[in-house]
T-cell receptor, first 113, second 116 residues
Framework: AQSVSQHNHHVILSEAASLELGCNYS??????LFWYVQYPGQHLQLLLK??????LVKGIKGFEAEFIKSKFSFNLRKPSVQWSDTAEYFC???????????FGGGTRLMVKP | SAVISQKPSRDICQRGTSLTIQCQVD?????MFWYRQQPGQSLTLIAT?????????ESGFVIDKFPISRPNLTFSTLTVSNMSPEDSSIYLC?????????????FGQGTRLTVV
């Protein structure tokens, strides 16, 4: 079975600070990796995804993530956060068969103006 | 891609009653997934709905509490039965679609359920 760990449960940053949220997964086969964002009171939105190719993936709103296969990691980064980035962030992994999608526990980010 | 229409978007229900949530996909998919997101929590998979067979439930979820129907390849329902306040959550349906080597997840808008 696959599992996803997000080690940071709560992160508080000031505006313009840099962000890195950790995501590690355990699965022996080929995976597809996702980061979703959920703004307060809203539904999940896809930030970015990795399937193959360049391990550095750029998403919307200035976010990027790097897939490091040897570390089973897919960390999310943003060089300079804004107050509007306050949200909950979920890492997710699907297997290549397309029959399973597993979410991490989420990281609640608060950006102070 | 896939567009998923989920309804109702929200409801307030009395304890002891049942609510059926519907999901309609704009294309045929083999499997549909039902998730629950309790307040302040991540998404937890309830069950996988397969067309033509019984749903597969995850640990901690049972068919009597969360019966699922999957009458065809574009539609599924999840019923939350005999509700209690602990069932207050957001319920989401999801599909995974493959295009070549690419597998992507798509979600319904979610159903925000409050049990009083």
């Amino acid at each position: 079975a696959q599992s996803v760990s997000q080690h940071n449960h709560h992160v508080i940053l000031s505006e313009a600070a840099s962000l890195e949220l950790g995501c590690n997964y355990s699965y022996g086969g080929t995976v597809n990796l996702f980061w979703y964002v959920q703004y307060p009171g809203q539904h999940l939105q896809l930030l970015l995804k990795y399937f193959s190719g360049d391990p550095l993936v750029k998403g919307i709103k200035g976010f990027e993530a790097e897939f490091i296969k040897s570390k089973f990691s897919f960390n999310l980064r943003k060089p300079s956060v804004q107050w509007s980035d306050t949200a909950e962030y979920f890492c997710a992994v699907s297997n290549n068969a397309g029959n399973m999608l597993t979410f991490g526990g989420g990281t609640r980010l608060m950006v102070k103006p | 891609s896939a567009v998923i229409s989920q309804k109702p978007s929200r409801d307030i229900c009395q304890r002891g009653t049942s609510l059926t949530i519907q999901c309609q996909v704009d294309s045929q998919v083999t499997m549909m997934f039902w998730y629950r997101q309790q307040p302040g929590q991540s998404l937890t998979l309830i069950a996988t709905a397969n067309q033509g067979s019984e749903a597969t439930y995850e640990s901690g979820f049972v068919i009597d509490k969360f019966p699922i129907s999957r009458p065809n390849l574009t539609f599924s329902t999840l019923t939350v039965s005999n509700m209690s306040p602990e069932d207050s959550s957001i319920y989401l349906c999801s599909v995974l679609k493959r295009s070549g080597q690419v597998v992507e997840a798509f979600f319904g808008q979610g159903t925000r359920l409050t049990v009083v």
